[in-house]
């Protein structure tokens, strides 16, 4: 079974660019989850997708920031314009149901390391 | 808000020595997760604990969770190399929904 997939793993963009992170669940996961780590915090949670549905995005920083999940399965985070304290390591995860992650977890990607010069 | 604070935040052992990491939280843990990073990877899932006194290992590892639901332990015996990395603490509220992660304790096992 394929994993958590994040594209691209590296990112490099002057400020005021625009930037689109991917991230393909796996397949049949309903839950889909973006997190992200500035240097020197802890990592911290963006938004959660229960199919193609917004179930809670109380992590979205700002309206710079624009994520979807068109048909529930890959999703897009879209930062536009980037700034320089944008930069920062942001992770996916996703997880099958509600019950899933007291056994398994929740499976995360290895990341998108964005860094916005 | 809940909050994960973990400690120490960086260690460095000898290869076969014993460790222990630890997690504190703000507020009861309805389900404590476990994760190891290492660099430029994904976050590996080690464990998860929900019930108070709870103990679960894998491996070498063993992660406890206190009574009162407010501390979990990371215990490494006889460290590797491999055991390196990253380790991470995170909290939900035990239905599925968004994960609090304590900052990470940077374990570093010198051969």
């Known amino acids: 079974e394929a994993g958590v997939t994040q594209f691209p793993s590296h990112s490099v963009i002057e400020k005021g660019q625009t930037v689109t992170l991917r991230c393909d669940p796996i397949s049949g996961h309903d839950n889909l989850y973006w997190y992200r780590r500035v240097m020197g915090k802890e990592i911290k949670f963006l938004l959660h997708?229960?199919?193609?549905?917004?179930?809670?995005e109380s992590g979205m920083p700002n309206n710079r920031f624009l994520a979807e999940r068109t048909g529930g399965t890959y999703s897009t985070l879209k930062v536009q314009p980037a700034e320089l304290e944008d930069s920062g390591v942001y992770f996916c995860a996703s997880s099958q149901d509600s019950r899933t992650p007291i056994t398994y977890g929740y499976t995360f990607g290895s990341g998108t390391r964005l860094t916005v010069v | 808000s809940q909050e994960l604070e973990q400690s120490p935040q960086s260690l460095i052992v000898q290869e076969g020595k014993n460790l222990t990491i630890n997690c504190t939280s703000s507020k009861t843990l309805y389900g404590l997760y476990w994760y190891k990073q290492k660099y430029g990877e994904g976050l590996i899932f080690l464990m998860m604990l929900q019930k108070g006194g709870e103990e679960k290992s894998h491996e070498k590892i063993t992660a406890k969770l206190d009574e009162k639901k407010q501390q979990s332990s990371l215990h490494i015996t006889a460290s590797q190399p491999s055991h390196a990395g990253i380790y991470l603490c995170g909290a939900d509220n035990n239905q599925g929904g968004k994960l609090i992660f304590g900052q990470g304790t940077e374990l570093s096992v010198k051969p």
């Open positions: 997708f229960v199919k193609e549905s917004k179930q809670d």
